[in-house]
């Protein structure tokens, strides 16, 4: 597996940073364009990077937020991937701003072969789209920062990831884990059917050292979690402990630009 970091909150000497997601994914012959950040920056820095993002057999939306969708705008005729909630209209309660997608549901089939899917969808042989993710952790339970049209909170159903099925156990790939990352992981073995998580990359959402987050600390020290990368919504406070929590686990920070190779 390659992941090449299209898109991330922090610069490289070579790319440019935004607030948003976007990961390339190459195994074998199978490639997957995960999320597109918050404007065309993913495809000036996959140019930069010798990436071509049109090879991409899939695009996956990991959920319906400005800054992992508004890329979507720059691309047209490819096969889509994403909850089926994704489209809806929501907004932040902070200051009442919208922060979904810049598509309508209406525009994305105009644009994409759409796959609309709760539950898991396999895109490659052991690389699935893991679709809705059940919310059993008690202590992952957040209140909603954001509602609906309706008015009602947005408890953002529509959060998903990726995982991979290896020799080596499960390789999972979040856009920000608003479903919380021990949620995530738990999916994801229930999906293969491998108890063990090799690796974790993506937004973790988490913010401020917490007790919520001190019992997901505890977590993925129990689950033996070999590599994890936090990126864009992962506060550096929270990296940090991360790092002095999990001694035999590899905790690294990555940037836009980076190449990861398994």
Not at 39 to 46: D, K, P, Q, T
């Amino acid at each position: 597996m390659k992941i090449s970091v299209l898109v991330e909150n922090h610069d490289s000497e070579i790319c440019g940073g935004e607030h948003g997601l976007s990961l390339f994914i190459e195994i074998g012959e199978t490639k997957v364009l995960f999320d597109t950040g918050s404007s065309s920056l993913f495809i000036e820095n996959a140019v930069k990077m010798g990436v071509d993002v049109n090879s991409a057999q899939y695009v996956v939306l990991s959920h319906g937020h400005y800054d992992h969708g508004n890329g979507l705008a720059y691309l047209i005729n490819k096969e889509l991937v994403c909850h089926v909630g994704s489209f809806v209209e929501r907004f932040r309660k902070a200051d009442h701003k919208p922060i979904g997608l810049p598509l309508t549901l209406q525009q994305a089939h105009s644009r994409f072969t759409l796959v609309l899917s709760e539950s898991p969808v396999e895109l490659g042989e052991g690389l699935y789209f893991m679709g809705e993710i059940p919310r059993r952790m008690s202590h992952e339970i957040q209140p909603a920062f954001s509602y609906l049209a309706s008015g009602e909170d947005d408890p953002i159903m529509d959060d998903s990831a990726l995982v991979y099925s290896t020799p080596l156990g499960n390789m999972i790939i979040t856009g920000c884990s608003h479903s919380g990352i021990c949620n995530i992981i738990e999916h994801a073995m229930a999906i293969t059917g491998d108890m063990r998580t090799y690796m974790v990359i993506g937004g973790l959402h988490l913010k401020e050292l917490n007790e919520s987050v001190y019992k997901t600390m505890d977590y993925l020290k129990d689950q033996g979690v070999k590599h994890l990368y936090p990126v864009h919504c992962t506060d550096e406070s929270v990296v940090e402990a991360l790092k002095n929590a999990l001694p035999e686990t590899e905790v690294k920070s990555v940037k836009t630009g980076d190449t990861l190779e398994f």
